[in-house]
């Protein structure tokens, strides 16, 4: 298992410019998330979804869009990137249920310049 | 007041130590704690989770204080590999949909 796969790993932008951050995962688990982590900060929910076709806000939801089609992929969506957007950006997933243990992928290192 | 505030640290203390940490929670029917472990510029990976009665995985201690609102973690004997940020994370009230993440503490064990 590959677990948890984000690509890419480094991305630099432009202002304005948008992309999509891909998040895949082969374990089958419902729940899966967007998190971005600033320098010296706590990771900070951006969308999450429990299962295909649901989708909810988190704490930092605005700039951003999700779509869950399938239970294997959780694509984020930066519309107009702007300077504020620079971050770190993991995907994690996990199993509804019990203890909700996150697994995350390496992230994506963004920057708008 | 944050959900969830920890010390930032930087906490350096020398190989063979031990050292201890807290995490305090605002929301009183939280229901799920943990400590996840953080390296430089890698993905946060669970460390332990907390259980009510204490709990401990090797060198590792983890204790809930539900009156106080805090969570801790001992680590004994200190290695150079524990070198990590730690994170405090709590689940609830409601649900354990999502998870809520402290800034994490940085500890360096110092040869």
């Known amino acids: 298992n590959a677990g948890v796969t984000q690509t890419p790993k480094f991305r630099i932008l432009k202002i304005g410019q948008s992309m999509t951050l891909q998040c895949t995962q082969d374990?089958?688990?419902?729940?899966m998330y967007w998190y971005r982590q600033d320098p010296g900060m706590g990771l900070k929910l951006i969308y999450y979804?429990?299962?295909?076709?649901?989708?909810d806000k988190g704490e930092v939801p605005n700039g951003y869009n999700v779509s869950r089609s399938t239970t294997e992929d959780f694509p984020l969506r930066l519309e107009l990137a702007a300077p504020s957007q620079t971050s770190v950006y993991f995907c994690?997933?996990?199993?509804?249920?019990?203890?909700?243990?996150?697994?995350f992928g390496a992230g994506t290192r963004l920057s708008v310049l | 007041r944050k959900e969830v505030e920890q010390d930032p640290g930087p906490f350096n203390v020398p190989e063979g130590a031990t050292v201890a940490f807290n995490c305090t929670y605002s929301?009183?029917?939280?229901?799920?704690f943990f400590w996840y472990r953080q390296d430089c510029r890698k993905e946060p990976k669970l460390l332990m989770s907390?259980?009510?009665s204490g709990n401990e995985d090797g060198r590792f201690t983890a204790q809930l204080n539900r009156a106080s609102q805090y969570i801790s973690l001992l680590i004994r004997d200190s290695k150079l590999s524990d070198s990590a940020t730690y994170l405090c994370?709590?689940?609830?009230?409601?649900?354990?949909?999502?998870?809520?993440f402290g800034t994490g503490t940085r500890l360096t064990i110092i040869p």
């Open positions: 994370v709590v689940i609830g009230p409601f649900g354990n949909e999502k998870l809520t």
């Open positions: 929301n009183s029917a939280s229901q799920s």
């Open positions: 374990m089958n688990h419902n729940y």
């Open positions: 979804s429990v299962g295909a076709g649901i989708t």
């Open positions: 994690a997933s996990s199993v509804p249920g019990g203890q909700n243990i996150q697994y």
């Open positions: 907390v259980y009510s």
